[in-house]
């Protein structure tokens, strides 16, 4: 309690020197009390007491497991993905429940020109660094202020979201440890309705703003939003970043998409938007994503982590594929080839500034790949400390192992204009070897490819049009009737069919529950619309229906 007093005091001081010095100490000690949530990442890690719910409380680095996908994975609202701070420890896990773990942790990094004082500047930052697992970023949004969210109020609105934690109105499911609702809804017009505008002031996420509704891609859905603003995040280069003109002022939207489904279930999408808050135009920017592929098994044999080898896919160069696979000689069994792809980099004009004519635009209207690097466990540094650098050189390297090995991709140059957002995605991917195990070559990976390729086919043919939407996640939908309906409803399931009803009212009130039933009663029920979320033979699939009386 102390500390946190203390903090407080300091947070206010006007003597930005003095705040520098004194916070950066005290920082420390609360990163391993009270920043980071150190209990078991489940639903509920952490609880209080909140009238008759159980409510998760928030630490100010949230990180989340998601809950549904084959691909066990770590979020955080920090932008650090498929990283876990607890060694030995689920951060990437393939497939759920297994000790097979892939990645230890990743993030996007950004480098842009920035002009400032009549010189011209070549600044970078990133959300994962491979070196010591820390990032550039904080959470929150920038107008809230440059420096970290300590309370409760400040900090809530920016945990970890997950869609299975709301109705399809946006609503916050009964006993769920959300105070506010989805983040993010269909705009009035075309803009921004496939992927969702971020509405940051919660006291807007409702059908009166937006009457078109929250927005939800897959069978699990993760947001989190964070910027790059504190210095503190900077280790130690604060002066020196200073005088060169930063901070960058970039605010950052992250969009996970997972899966449950027979056709997408070993795959992710991860969307970021980068949004330049400023006056200021950057030039010749670059993004790329960087990972520590640790393909090992969980407190395994230590020499797991340094027999991993990686290669660019190059069959197929405009698939912009990187793939790691392990020597098999630590310990690890039935590993599957893992891939890392730049699914969708900034679109731009003929003078190089991205275009926002359209939410999604394809391969041809984007930036190509600038590299693709792979380096080992000691080379980290020289990477970090020249990010636009790492950036922005031409080399794609054919393959790199067996050794502990780190993968960067990047696209680029791009111009960044004052307010305007670079789009950029990421997908990963899980294919089983043709063969006993992993040998490296492009037929034994035949498998992982087809993955990539139904990925691409879903985000550029089908515009991420999923079963979430259209209701067909299973070979047949699942049908509500009669509605409006009176006594009872019925469903149109067989006695084969495994199927968990949970149904609540317009207000997110959990009401009734059923397994197994083709009927169910209603009588007990007032008048009103109802929300129906079903797993149906291991599909997930939400609906609605009206009661009459």
């Not at 209080?48 to 770590?74: A, H, V, Y």
């Not at 990133?126 to 109020?153: A, E, F, H, Q």
């Amino acid at each position: 309690m102390e500390i946190k007093i203390t903090l407080a005091v300091i947070i206010w001081d006007n003597n930005m020197k003095k705040f520098y010095i004194i916070t950066t100490a005290i920082f420390l000690i609360l990163c391993s009390a009270e920043l980071y949530s150190k209990a078991p990442l489940k639903k509920y890690p952490v609880t209080e007491s909140k009238g008759q719910s159980t409510q998760r409380i928030i630490p100010t680095f949230d990180s989340r497991e998601n809950t549904l996908s084959p691909i066990q994975c770590i979020n955080s609202n920090d932008g650090k993905n498929l990283h876990n701070e607890t060694k030995d420890s689920v951060s990437c896990t393939w497939p759920r429940g297994s000790v097979n773990s892939y990645v230890y942790g990743a993030g996007v990094w950004f480098g842009a020109k920035k002009t400032y004082n009549g010189t011209d500047y070549q600044l970078g930052e990133y959300m994962y660094n491979p070196s010591d697992g820390m990032t550039n970023m904080v959470p929150g949004i920038i107008k809230d202020g440059d420096y970290m969210l300590r309370t409760i109020k400040e900090k809530k609105p920016y945990q970890v979201y997950l869609s299975t934690e709301v109705l399809p109105t946006g609503l916050p499911v009964d006993d769920n440890e959300l105070d506010f609702n989805w983040a993010l809804w269909k705009p009035s017009g075309a803009s921004g309705s496939r992927f969702g505008t971020y509405e940051s002031d919660i006291k807007s996420r409702n059908t009166t703003k937006y009457p078109k509704g929250p927005v939800f891609i897959s069978n699990e859905d993760i947001f989190a939003v964070y910027k790059d603003t504190d210095s503190l995040r900077f280790n130690g280069r604060q002066d020196s970043l200073l005088a060169m003109g930063w901070p960058l002022r970039m605010q950052w939207e992250e969009r996970m998409y997972t899966f449950t489904d027979s056709v997408y279930k070993n795959m992710m999408i991860i969307l970021f938007y980068g949004i330049n808050t400023t006056t200021n135009t950057y030039k010749d920017c670059y993004l790329g994503y960087c990972a520590d592929t640790d393909l090992k098994v969980i407190k395994g044999d230590t020499l797991s982590v340094k027999n991993d080898n990686v290669r660019f896919y190059n069959a197929e160069d405009s698939l912009n594929l990187a793939v790691a696979w392990t020597d098999y000689n630590g310990g690890e069994k039935d590993f599957a080839y893992l891939g890392i792809s730049l699914l969708m980099t900034p679109a731009i004009d003929s003078k190089s500034n991205v275009r926002k004519d359209r939410e999604l635009f394809f391969p041809e209207d984007q930036v190509p790949l600038s590299n693709a690097k792979f380096f080992a466990l000691g080379e980290d540094d020289k990477f970090i400390k020249d990010i636009y650098g790492s950036l922005s050189q031409t080399v794609i390297e054919p393959k790199r192992g067996p050794d502990d090995i780190r993968l960067l991709l990047s696209a680029g140059p791009f111009n960044l204009a004052a307010g305007d957002t670079a789009k950029f995605a990421v997908m990963i991917n899980f294919g089983k070897p043709v063969g006993a195990q992993c040998d490296g070559t492009d037929a034994d990976m035949k498998n992982l490819i087809a993955e990539v390729k139904k990925g691409r086919k879903l985000f550029y043919e089908q515009k991420l049009k999923t079963d979430v939407e259209t209701e067909t996640a299973t070979d047949k939908t699942l049908k509500v009737y009669p509605n409006p309906a009176n006594d009872f409803i019925d469903l149109n399931i067989e006695k084969s069919d495994k199927c968990i009803i949970e149904i609540y009212n317009s207000m997110g009130v959990h009401v009734l529950s059923s397994t197994n039933q083709k009927r169910i009663a209603i009588g007990t029920l007032s008048s009103g619309i109802y929300y129906l979320r079903a797993s149906l033979n291991d599909e997930y699939i939400n609906t609605s229906f009206t009661i009459v009386r």
